[in-house]
T-cell receptor
Framework: NAGVTQTPKFQVLKTGQSMTLQCAQDMNHEYMSWYRQDPGMGLRLIHYSVGAGITDQGEVPNGYNVSRSTTEDFPLRLLSAAPSQTSVYFC???????????FGDGTRLSIL | QQQVKQSPQSLIVQKGGISIINCAYE??????FPWYQQFPGKGPALLIA???DVSEKKEGRFTISFNKSAKQFSLHIMDSQPGDSATYFCAASLSNYQLIWGAGTKLIIKP
């Protein structure tokens, strides 16, 4: 009963480096999303997907790319890391897409 | 107009007391209002949710009160327990799948 699995749990990057945050779910959910959580700001939607092959931008998409080639996986790519992208990143999935119900435990990302 | 304003930022309640967290919104297009609970090092977990055609929803010790005319909703935790200590987020949903989140309330229940 894995639910939503995010890897890695922690990562330190240098400015300008690229990396991919992985997210996988085993609940056959169509809807998946990526959020960032910063102190005192709640969660902000980066990108979301309503099914394989379909993605769309959320509130703060700049500097991030996503793709959805399978129902299970929804990776988030940082193209050229910047210190402003230091944050905790959460992936979520939902059966009906109306609202995220299942969150992973997050990736804590620091960019120096 | 897209904001959801949550208060207080932090809250300390004695064990057995009532914890109350408030949220306010401006956009009348919001049509779904969930509350999430988050423990340190974990992702948020859906606690309870309400739609604007209902004024109150209760699940165990947790109750959402919704005031459509005032554009406010609140979470009440009755008989608060130390295990309820967590960060609570209100949110509001539009039909385009986007959730707008409040800034969170850190709740501490003192034994």
């Amino acid at each position: 009963n894995a639910g939503v699995t995010q890897t890695p749990k922690f990562q330190v990057l240098k400015t300008g480096q690229s990396m991919t945050l992985q997210c996988a779910q085993d609940m056959n959910h169509e809807y998946m999303s990526w959020y960032r959580q910063d102190p005192g700001m709640g969660l902000r939607l980066i990108h979301y997907s309503v099914g394989a092959g379909i993605t769309d931008q959320g509130e703060v998409p700049n500097g991030y790319n996503v793709s959805r080639s399978t129902t299970e996986d929804f990776p988030l790519r940082l193209l050229s890391a910047a210190p402003s992208q230091t944050s905790v990143y959460f992936c979520a999935s939902s059966y009906d897409g109306r609202q995220p119900q299942h969150f992973g435990d997050g990736t804590r990302l620091s960019i120096l | 107009q897209q904001q959801v304003k949550q208060s207080p930022q932090s809250l300390i309640v004695q064990k057995g007391g009532i914890s109350i967290i408030n949220c306010a919104y401006e956009n009348t297009a919001f049509d779904y209002f969930p509350w999430y609970q988050q423990f340190p090092g974990k992702g948020p977990a859906l606690l309870i949710a309400i739609r604007p055609d209902v004024s109150e929803k209760k699940e165990g010790r947790f109750t959402i009160s919704f005031n459509k005319s005032a554009k406010q909703f609140s979470l009440h935790i009755m008989d608060s327990q130390p295990g309820d200590s967590a960060t609570y987020f209100c949110a509001a949903s539009l039909s385009n799948y986007q959730l707008i989140w409040g800034a969170g309330t850190k709740l501490i229940i003192k034994p």
